[in-house]
Nanobody, 115 residues
Framework: QVQLVESGGGLVQPGGSLRLSCAAS????????MGWYRRAPGKQRALVAR???????DYADSVKGRFTISRDNAKNTVYLQMNSLKPEDTAVYFC?????????WGQGTQVTVSS
């Protein structure tokens, strides 16, 4: 059974930082491209950042220079370090695992940026 379990969300003030984690099980993690997506209130789910099996990365323009995605294949975990958070970063953040015909989602974790 495949599971992606996100953690690390919460309430943070503007300018603050959070680190999200996504622990994967039931997949050959090192072969999967991993991504973070978010769904802001009233908007569709959108890509935030992704890291492929070769550790190449890609970011949404809105988070470049503020967010960093990384992975630890030994721990089957992908991270999203979020710095200089803004109110517009408020969203539910989802972990995604993708490999050929297989695509899996976590349940999401809420990030709220507010003073």
């Amino acid at each position: 059974q495949v599971q992606l379990v996100e953690s690390g969300g919460g309430l943070v003030q503007p300018g603050g930082s959070l680190r999200l984690s996504c622990a994967a099980s039931g997949i050959m993690f090192s072969t999967y491209d991993m991504g973070w997506y978010r769904r802001a209130p009233g908007k569709q789910r959108a890509l935030v950042a992704r890291i492929n099996f070769g550790h190449g990365t890609d970011y949404a323009d809105s988070v470049k220079g503020r967010f960093t995605i990384s992975r630890d294949n030994a721990k089957n975990t992908v991270y999203l370090q979020m710095n200089s958070l803004k109110p517009e970063d408020t969203a539910v953040y989802f972990c995604n695992a993708d490999h050929m015909f297989y695509n899996y989602w976590g349940q999401g974790t809420q990030v709220t940026v507010s003073s």
